[in-house]
């Protein structure tokens, strides 16, 4: 820092000593209670703004945990935006590439952030639906269903839309969990949990490149499945395909 303007120098001192006090010393001149101020100002923001995107994490930790989390985030994470709203993907970017897990660490904490950082991620998402030849009402057998650009689908371990203080798993489900997260006409932001099945079909519907109708989807699921009633597998897919579309997961179809 020696080549650099006297008050740059003074800026780094003091963004290095906000983000980790323990280590970094205040800037020369400063008062400690001036200093303080900043200190918790800085902190405090961030700790709120992050409790506020991941409020199942912060309720099952403990006090001391939370704040050790925050603290090494502000330590060793280098954001690469200014904006409050992107802060929580910067976050989840901390857990998943720079954070050593802990023995005190539930196994499920990766997936349990990223569960909580979607709602936000897609509330803020400035993808839009193009509804030219969309029919809202369309026959979802007889035409191609399309998926909503507003409408994600993830797969996790744990089940982790059940996490709460009560409910804490300490090994995966016996199955994958398969949850939609969905934003509707009113910037609603809502979550389908799936089976295998249905999410199979979401993901049919959403990578079909033959532009197979309804039926057609569905028959080749039930040929996929080895289920024994084809037709019943298509009356029931119907009506997850009715449900999906309610929900707005699916903005309706176009034409076979």
Do not use: C
């Amino acid at each position: 820092m020696a080549d650099i303007p006297d008050f740059q120098r003074k800026q780094y001192e003091f963004a290095a000593h906000i983000r980790d006090p323990g280590l970094a010393p205040a800037p020369e001149g400063i008062e400690d209670r001036r200093m303080a101020v900043y200190r918790d100002l800085f902190f405090n923001n961030i700790s709120n703004l992050l409790g506020t995107t991941f409020p199942v994490i912060k309720k099952i930790v403990t006090q001391d945990k939370w704040e050790s989390l925050v603290r090494t985030f502000m330590q060793v994470h280098h954001a690469r935006t200014p904006y409050f709203l992107q802060m929580p993907q910067e976050f989840l970017a901390f857990l998943q590439d720079e954070y050593e897990m802990q023995d005190d660490d539930f196994p499920f904490l990766l997936e349990l952030a990223h569960y909580e950082s979607i709602e936000l991620a897609l509330s803020i998402s400035e993808e839009e639906n193009d509804l030219a030849g969309i029919d809202p009402d369309g026959d979802l057998l007889a035409n191609i269903p399309v998926k909503s650009k507003l409408a994600w689908a993830f797969a996790y371990q744990f089940p982790v839309h059940r996490v709460a203080p009560t409910f804490l798993p300490s090994e995966p489900g016996d199955q994958a969990t398969f949850l939609a997260v969905y934003r509707d006409a009113d910037d609603k932001v809502g979550f389908l949990e799936l089976n295998p099945v249905t999410a199979g079909l979401l993901d049919a519907i959403d990578n079909n490149p033959d532009n197979k109708t309804g039926e057609q989807i569905l028959r080749n699921l039930a040929v996929i499945a080895n289920f024994p009633d084809a037709d019943a597998f298509v009356r029931h897919g119907l009506d997850a395909l009715e449900e999906m579309r309610q929900l707005t997961i699916l903005t309706g179809t176009r034409a076979a």
